[in-house]
Structures are given as C-alpha cells and as structure tokens.
C-alpha cells in the first residue's frame, strides 16, 4: 500500500510540474520567434496565417497542405511569402519536433506559438515541451477550434508518444522506428 502511495505521489507531482513549470518560466522567456504548425488541418494553417499577419512573426508549416495552397492561404492574408517556411520531413507528431529542433535552436529560436488542433494539443504539447524543451526552445499553445471534427485523444496514445519523446531526447532514436524495424520473434 505504501508503494502505490509513494508512486502516486510520484506520478502526481510530475504531472504537476509538467503542467505547471512552463507557466513559472514565462517571465523569463523572450516574446515568441516564430509560429510552428503541426500540419494535418488547413484550418490551421489558415489560423496561423491570420497569426503571422497580427504578429508579423515567420511561420513555420511541417507536414502541412501543398505548397501551392499553404502560400495561397497565407498571401490572402497578406503574409509576405518570405515569412513562410514548409518542411515535408516530419511523418508524426514525434518526427514533427525531432527533425526541426537542432535547426531552431541554431537560429537562436528559444520561444515558439505551437498552432494544432484541440485535439491534438496535449500530444503534440507534451511531445514538443519534451523534445524542443531539451534544446531550450518554449512552447506556448494556440489551439485551433475542432468543432465537431474533435476527437479526443487517448491518454494512452499521448503518454506513449511521450514516452517516445523522452527517449529520443536521452538515446536520439525512435521506438516505433526500433520496433518496426526489429527481426520477427524479438
């Protein structure tokens, strides 16, 4: 009984930082660099267009919707094309983070919007503050509205890519990518 106490109590506080370190850092951090968008919506792209257009901040698209259509969305909010950056090379929301993160951090990127669905948020927040949090890069969400297209992630899922995140940061590999490339029987 003490054991599952003591774990609980574990589980529970690291939860707590998680949910609450990035709020006690905010004084801190220097004003947001740039808008990431986790592609997979065109909704939100067309959120960080109007994004980018009040704030004059570059965009970042990864895995987003085709060229051509990306920079229509963002000219007719009046975004110079020159703001905009896309990157095809991410297949996940891990890969989203791990194959931009080095790049960022070498342009001196320390505070970033994060643009994804609602749904999709604690993921891709939970991953990102992982990955780029180990490089020094703050994550800041803007959730974009699902409506009626929401569907909740399960915690399993969530904490699972979290899972994979944390390892990437200690060994910079994959799980899923180690699993799947695994011989039969292992």
Known sequence: MRRLLRWSVVVLLLWGGWRLLPRLLEPWMPPPQMILVLGGDVEREKQAAALARQSNLPVLITGGSNPEYAQWVFEGQGVDAQKLQLDYAARDTLSNFT??????????????????????????LLVGRVVAGSRGIHLTPVPVPCGDDCRPERRSKVWGDGVRA?????SGRDLKEEMQGAPAGR
């Open 99 to 124: 194959t931009l993160v080095d790049r960022l951090r070498r342009r001196g990127i320390r505070h970033v919007l994060l643009v994804t669905s609602s749904d999709h948020m604690d993921r891709a």
């Open 166 to 170: 944390l390892v990437w940061v200690v």
